[in-house]
Every structure is written in C-alpha cells, then in structure tokens.
C-alpha cells in the first residue's frame, strides 16, 4: 500500500527505512561513538571556502551554463584531456557525483536493459536503475575479497545488457579494484560493446598506488567524479561526468530540463581545487586506514584487503545472528556502524567510516573487540 494514494508506483522502489532505524536509535546516544558518516572528517580547505565567499560577493550568483562554469569546465577538461587524450572525450560539469549518476541512468538505460551492479553496491545504484525501468543484475562478490571475477561479468552478459556500474575505491568495502580485474571489465565491456560507467568519486582516496581507472583500457569508458570527497565540500554539490561526446551532450540536455546546472558560485569555487594540496588528509586518512584495519584483525574479525576510500567491511563475528543484529548490538554500546544489508543483498557485513578522530577510532574499535568475544 502506497503511504499516499498520490504516489506513483515507483516510489515503490525505494525507502530509507535501514539507515533511519540506524539514526533514530543514534538519536537516543548521550556520546556515541560515531562511525557511520560517508563524508571526510576534516574541514573543507580555507582557499575554497574564502573563494566561496568571494564568488557570491562577486554577484555570481546567477544560472551557469548548463555545462558548467567556463572558468571550471575548461579546467576540469583540460586535466581529462591531458590523462586520457581519448578523440572526442566530452565533460559536464553536474549537481554532484549523485547528479552525474541520474543523468547518466536517464540518457542510457531503456526499460527493460539489464544493468550490472556489484554486491555490495553503493546504495543508489539498484535504485537508480530501477527508476528508469532497468533491470539490476546483481553480481555477489564476497567470495572474490570484493574484487571484479570477470568469469561472473562474462557470465552475466546477455543481449539484454546495456550498462555496468563500477566504482572503485569502492563504498562501501573500501577494496580498490587491481589493475588485472579493471583491464579485463573495461575490454569486457568493450568487446560486447556494452557501456561502462566507472564511479570514481574515492580516487584521491588510493593509499597503495594510483587508481587504475578503466578509461585506460576503454576510451569510451564513462568517468564520474566530483569534489564532495577530496575537499570535503559533500554540500557544495558539484561533481562531473565525462565520456563520448554524443552521449554527454545529452546528458547536458536533460540537465537543462532536471538540476539546471551545478550551484553556480561553487563552481568558481571550486577551481581552487586546482592549486590546494590535499596529501597531507589522504596520508592521515592511509594511516587510520591501517590502524582500524589492524585492530580488527587484531581482534579477530575477517575483513578483506581495502585499498581506497575511507571504509572498511568486516564480517560479523559468527554465531551472532545477521549483520543487523550485530549492528544493534554495536548501538547498544554506543557505536554506530552501517548494517551491510544497506548495501547488499547479504547481511553478514558491516560498514565501519574511518573518517573520524583516531581516539573516537579507539573508542570504537574497544566496543569491537569486546563484542567479538561475546
Ligand atoms: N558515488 C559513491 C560511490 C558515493 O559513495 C557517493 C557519496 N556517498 C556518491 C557517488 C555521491 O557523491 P556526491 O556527493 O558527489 O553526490
């Protein structure tokens, strides 16, 4: 039964009702000990938030073009061209990474195309498609470390596929593709001539080497990005998407009818990404990274190698019920963490953000090992 008889059947498709319960029994904590959060922990950089200031004195607050800002397109299609040098390689710059993905989804997927998703996924992908009519076909990659198994890709592949999403560093494992798997999803793809959309929103966040991006392989790769992660700036909504260029002029035509354009005087802001070194928080965020991971280890639980982003899915301690009862319990001593069944259609795992202080870390990674020896 639909809440309100006005609702269209696709709001069917989605709820929000497993990370609500999380944030309301968060609610009732005096001090917990928060661990859920999908955005950096430090600030967004001083230069960026006095350009802001600077670009609405200016009066710049006006409509962009749909494409973005000049001053920041040309820019953001400047360093693309200069990577990847692909023929006819076209950038928009979008309302975030999230506007970038619905765009996508709308300009790609007829109803009924089969769209791969790797499990786990982050959150809006299987409702994305959904939303369009797609059909997620969902590949599990427990068994894999949460790497790419090109036999299930291949094995997957009907006349019916028309898109793969891949993301990596990926939300919310943390697991960083090897360069072997990328290569071979990105020919996959191109031999089938099925369109790849490579999430790469974590791709400053690499601790171990460079992200194998599978533009490398497939120039007609499709790249979205945006600033939210890197800088810290997961309000200003500005991200990209870029790829052949009959498909991006689309994609800026539905953006005319949807977003308009990216918030326009943090677009100016935003080009002061370009002179701002953020090394010093990725080598912190590398080391927290080895820190929690160690600690669970440590206290026995099973997580599996995580390169990127700033996320780590250790399984459940056994003989302790699904991920969900797990998670409870980790509320019940103030800890709050991610039920996997968020992000997949297992519930044997959780989600745990390392984008926190090192002594709230601690803090968790306590309550962790007491509840491992239950
Ligand atoms: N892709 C992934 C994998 C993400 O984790 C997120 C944010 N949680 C997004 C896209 C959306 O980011 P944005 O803030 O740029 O919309």
Redesign the pocket.
Known sequence: MPAHPWLADRTDRFDSSGIRKVFDLAAKLKDPINLSI??PDFPAPPALKEAACKAIHDDLNGYSPTQGAAALRDRLQARVDEEWGHEGRKLLVTS????A?NLAMWALVNPGDEVIVFDPY?V?YPTLCEMVGGVPVVIDTYEDDFQINLAKVEAAITPKTKLILF?SP??PTGVVASAESTRGLAELAKKHNIALLS?E??REFCYDGALPSPARWNDQTIV?D?F??SYGV?GW?I?WIHGPSALIDKMAALQQYTFVCAPHPLQHAAIEAFHTDMSAQVDAYRERRDHVVAGLRDAGYEVAPTGGAFYVFPKAPAGQGSASEFVARAIEHELLVIPGGIFSRRDTHFRISYAAPMATLDRGLEVLRRLAKR
């Open positions: 999908g955005q975030g990474t999230s506007g993905l982050f809006m993301n990926a939300n999430d929103i974590y979205v945006g939210s992660k997961t909504r991200g």
